[in-house]
């Protein structure tokens, strides 16, 4: 049905905006924007098996009107329409700085608590967090209450790890904010070492 359609768009526009603008020959700005008339024109189909080609801008309105973690913004610039992720890039070609609002104070978070796997835990601990694949380290801005589903983490992480924002500021680790309210660190080099962590 219509739901499963618009879904379908979403979870499509996820990879393209985060993982696939290069490989794809995207122009891709450096905030993470591409028109929305320049994706209508890939050549790919989504998940329900309908082409890309055959949804129109209403649909992508609708889409990112419904994602559940408020995954992509719009902007409308010179009668243009424009689409970004708002986090959870592995593409190089968006700049934290651009894409990214940077936190200044601790004061202006109240929680900060990366969400992950017992079985990851161990290693965590050995070689901090790391960014692995994505351009960042994932934290979420508030707890999940009663399954909840939260910008920043998965629905299923049994490991909470918080961060401790004042030290990390202090010795000059940058943290962002992403437009849904996601806090994103390229730590140092890519890794967030656990003398950062303030609980587990
Ligand atoms: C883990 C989803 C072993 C890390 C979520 C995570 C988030 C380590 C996985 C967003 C490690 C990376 C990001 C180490 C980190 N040893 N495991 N040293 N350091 N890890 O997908 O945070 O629905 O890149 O804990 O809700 O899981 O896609 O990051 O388990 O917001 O919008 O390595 O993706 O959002 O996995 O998820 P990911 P993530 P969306």
Do not use: W
């Not at 996820?14 to 290069?22: E, K, S, V, Y």
């Not at 994932?138 to 992480?157: A, C, N, Q, Y």
């Amino acid at each position: 049905g219509g739901k499963d359609k618009i879904d379908a768009l979403g979870r499509l526009l996820t990879r393209i905006l985060r993982h696939m603008a290069t490989e794809l020959n995207l122009n891709m700005r450096s905030d993470g924007y591409v028109k929305v008339e320049d994706l209508l024109k890939l050549n790919l189909k989504t998940f329900a098996n309908i082409p890309l080609r055959s949804h129109t801008v209403d649909d992508i309105k609708e889409a990112v009107r419904k994602d559940n973690k408020q995954r992509f913004s719009l902007l409308e610039e010179n009668g243009m329409l424009l689409i970004r992720a708002n986090q959870g890039h592995t593409v190089t070609t968006v700049e934290s700085e651009s894409l990214l609002k940077q936190i200044l104070s601790a004061d202006e978070v109240q929680v900060c608590v990366h969400g992950t796997y017992k079985r990851n835990l161990e290693s965590i601990l050995e070689s901090g967090l790391k960014r692995m694949k994505r351009l960042h380290v994932h934290f979420s801005s508030g707890l999940p209450t009663d399954g909840e589903v939260i910008s920043g983490m998965r629905r299923d992480v049994n490991i909470l790890i918080f961060l401790n924002v004042k030290k990390a500021l202090e010795e000059g680790m940058k943290l962002y904010i992403s437009d849904n309210k996601v806090i994103l660190t390229e730590g140092f080099d890519g890794v967030v070492p656990i003398k950062y962590f303030e609980k587990i």
